[in-house]
């Protein structure tokens, strides 16, 4: 059972140009989490998708930031016009549960996204 | 919003010493967790303790849950230079989706 799979592992763009990251989660689950990592820093949340929903973005910026979990395929966070303070590392997560008992999650490996 | 807060922010011991973490947190949750992450990874689920939980073990980790003052530790005993890694507390937010939140972290280092 192979466990969540990020791709690219690393992504460089030069700014204004596109960040398109992939996640797929473990088999079976339909709850997808992203966090965003600076270097020596934790985990910041940005989004929590179940299957063709949004559930809950709090933490995305109101621009230039997207994201999708469609019915079919893997989930993708979306960065337009790419600046230089969006290079971090972006972690997917996922889990079989939400709600009240979400509990475990499963992470993958992340993307780095580096901006020129 | 930043839910979990560690302390110490970095640890440096001897390879067998014990690690202990702290980790404080300010509403109300359903569960606490850790996790451990190693240089250039993704995070790795460790232990989960629940609110009516006050104390939880598994093989050299041994957590604590305070409710009443909005605390947990995690104590590694007998570390050894492959601990060495980031920990993350982390809590469910009950608002909206119940999202989990992580803290800032602490960066432990094992010497040989």
């Given at each position: 059972?192979a466990?969540?799979?990020?791709?690219?592992?690393?992504?460089?763009?030069?700014?204004?140009?596109?960040?398109?990251?992939?996640?797929?989660?473990?088999?079976?689950?339909?709850?997808?989490?992203?966090?965003?990592?600076?270097?020596?820093?934790?985990?910041?949340?940005?989004?929590?998708?179940?299957?063709?929903?949004?559930?809950?973005?709090?933490?995305?910026p109101?621009?230039?930031?997207s994201?999708?979990?469609?019915?079919e395929?893997?989930?993708?966070?979306?960065?337009?016009?790419?600046?230089?303070?969006?290079s971090?590392?972006?972690?997917?997560?996922?889990s079989?549960?939400?709600?009240?008992?979400?509990?475990?999650?499963?992470?993958?490996?992340?993307?780095?996204?580096?901006?020129? | 919003?930043?839910?979990?807060?560690?302390?110490?922010?970095?640890?440096?011991?001897?390879?067998?010493?014990?690690?202990?973490?702290?980790?404080?947190?300010?509403?109300?949750?359903?569960?606490?967790?850790?996790?451990?992450?190693?240089?250039?990874?993704?995070?790795?689920?460790?232990?989960?303790?629940?609110?009516?939980?006050?104390?939880?073990?598994?093989?050299?980790?041994?957590?604590?849950?305070?409710?009443?003052?909005?605390?947990?530790?995690?104590?590694?005993?007998?570390?050894?230079?492959?601990?060495?890694a980031?920990?993350?507390?982390?809590t469910?937010?009950?608002?909206?989706?119940?999202?989990?939140?992580?803290?800032?972290?602490?960066?432990?280092?094992?010497?040989?």
């Amino acid at each position: 059972n192979a466990g969540v799979m990020q791709n690219p592992r690393h992504l460089v763009r030069r700014r204004g140009q596109e960040a398109r990251l992939r996640c797929s989660p473990m088999k079976g689950h339909s709850h997808v989490y992203w966090y965003r990592q600076l270097p020596e820093e934790g985990l910041k949340f940005m989004v929590y998708l179940q299957k063709e929903n949004i559930i809950d973005e709090s933490g995305m910026p109101k621009e230039r930031f997207s994201a999708e979990f469609p019915k079919e395929g893997p989930s993708i966070l979306r960065i337009q016009q790419v600046v230089r303070g969006d290079s971090a590392a972006y972690f997917c997560a996922s889990s079989p549960r939400g709600g009240l008992d979400t509990g475990e999650l499963f992470f993958g490996e992340g993307s780095r996204l580096t901006v020129l | 919003s930043q839910q979990g807060e560690e302390d110490p922010q970095a640890l440096s011991i001897q390879e067998g010493e014990n690690a202990t973490m702290n980790c404080s947190y300010k509403t109300s949750i359903n569960n606490l967790q850790w996790y451990r992450q190693n240089s250039g990874r993704g995070l790795v689920h460790l232990i989960l303790i629940r609110s009516n939980e006050r104390e939880k073990h598994s093989g050299r980790l041994r957590v604590t849950l305070d409710t009443s003052k909005k605390s947990s530790s995690l104590l590694i005993t007998a570390s050894r230079a492959a601990d060495t890694a980031s920990y993350f507390c982390a809590t469910d937010e009950k608002t909206g989706g119940f999202k989990t939140i992580f803290g800032a972290g602490t960066r432990l280092f094992v010497k040989a």
